[in-house]
């Protein structure tokens, strides 16, 4: 990913509104991310543990979007992300997007298990190592890459989708 600063971030915002996106907290380090490693740009609010963020590019624009996670605590059991295919213990969240445009208005959403700290690039590369089971893969990292990729698009379009 490209590095991009706060106007794009907070422009790139498609289910929430203007105003939201001015308030959100963008991430304090965000100069010194890794963007040569990320396939999107990942955080969560540490002012509000409940909310996520996800920007990425799609074609020439980028597309931000606002996750929430559930209030509860995680579970103890291993589970997949379904973005990064990781397994890890206590560290995978429901996180439900509400979908863009009128669908959103009407209280719609979308979600899928990800990584609960929005690392997924870091885990794929070798970045970051998971904690919980260890799952060999044939892939190579730039296959991996490839299909955590068409994973967080397949989830864009999902979020984009007019109900």
Known sequence: MRPVRAAEIRASFVNCSKGEAQRLNLPADLAER????????????????????????????LVGLVLRAPQAGVARRSSMCSLC??????????????????????????????????????????RLSASGPVVYETLTVEEKVQRLTANVDTFVARVLRSA
């Open 34 to 61: 890794p963007w040569a490693d990320l396939d999107f740009l990942g955080w969560r609010d540490p002012q509000a543990p409940a909310r996520g963020y996800l920007v990425t590019e799609q074609g020439d624009r």
């Open 85 to 126: 295919l990781t397994v890890r213990s206590a560290g995978v969240s429901l996180m439900v997007a509400p979908r863009a445009g009128k669908a959103g208005q009407r209280g719609h959403s979308s979600g899928t298990y990800m990584c609960a700290d929005l690392a997924c690039s870091l885990y794929v590369r070798g």
